[in-house]
């Protein structure tokens, strides 16, 4: 079956700090990968997607590049702002899955002004 | 542009109430939509998923059951709840195509006394 794993954090970095949030997988088939976003309090807002090998999410400053060969789909921002404060969430879905998302646990990321 | 919507915000039940949680979608047709419970410590639970309406299924053995009335319109019940039945609860859509991604509502947080 499918399997998403990310580092569970949490993650506390300092404002302007570089960001790295791994994130692997195991799947059957060819997953389409995403983050989301989770602010205190709210639903998860999706951050970015990549559909096949070799494509680049990216929104608001934060990147992740699908990497088949590594099974991989990392998360990193440049420089982070106190805003980013939030969970992250790694997740995949392919069509052998009946439409449902296989989620990583999530990352709590706290940045300190 | 297509909206979810979820209600009410927060609940606060006493054990063996019913319960009766709703979620409706904007701008768009013959969604899939989702039920998901957030326990605190952040991972995401699929409680049931709807390719159609009337069309349920679900993913634990649970005290909740969910029905879908109308095309974009999904909702969470119980009979009796439980202690353990308090989290956050959240719908989510996606489209019957392309990569699946899903788009979540505000959430509900409910708590059982």
């Known amino acids: 079956g499918n399997s998403v794993t990310q580092m569970e954090g949490p993650v506390t970095l300092s404002e302007e700090a570089f960001l790295t949030i791994n994130c692997t997988y195991t799947a059957t088939g060819y997953p389409s990968l995403f983050w989301y976003v989770q602010y205190p309090g709210e639903g998860l807002q999706l951050l970015l997607k990549a559909t096949k090998a070799d494509d680049k999410g990216s929104n608001k400053g934060f990147e992740a590049t699908y990497r088949k060969e590594t099974t991989s789909f990392h998360l990193e921002k440049g420089s982070v702002q106190v805003s980013d404060s939030a969970v992250y969430f790694c997740?995949?879905?392919?069509?052998?899955?009946?439409?449902?998302?296989?989620f990583g646990k999530g990352t709590l990321l706290t940045v300190n002004p | 542009s297509q909206t979810i919507h979820q209600w009410p915000a927060t609940l606060v039940q006493p054990v063996g109430s019913p319960l009766s949680l709703e979620c409706t979608v904007e701008?768009?047709?013959?969604?899939?939509l989702y039920w998901y419970r957030q326990a605190a410590g952040r991972g995401l639970q699929l409680l049931f998923y709807?390719?159609?309406?009337?069309?349920i299924s679900s993913e634990v053995p649970q005290n909740l059951s969910a029905s879908r009335p109308q095309d974009r319109q999904f909702i969470l019940s119980s009979k009796k709840l439980l202690l353990s039945d308090s989290g956050f609860y959240l719908c989510a859509w996606s489209a019957d195509r392309g990569s699946y991604e899903q788009y979540f509502g505000p959430g509900t947080r409910l708590t059982v006394t």
């Open positions: 709807s390719v159609g309406i009337g069309q």
């Open positions: 701008g768009t047709s013959n969604p899939n």
């Open positions: 997740a995949l879905s392919d069509r052998g899955s009946n439409y449902k998302l296989t």
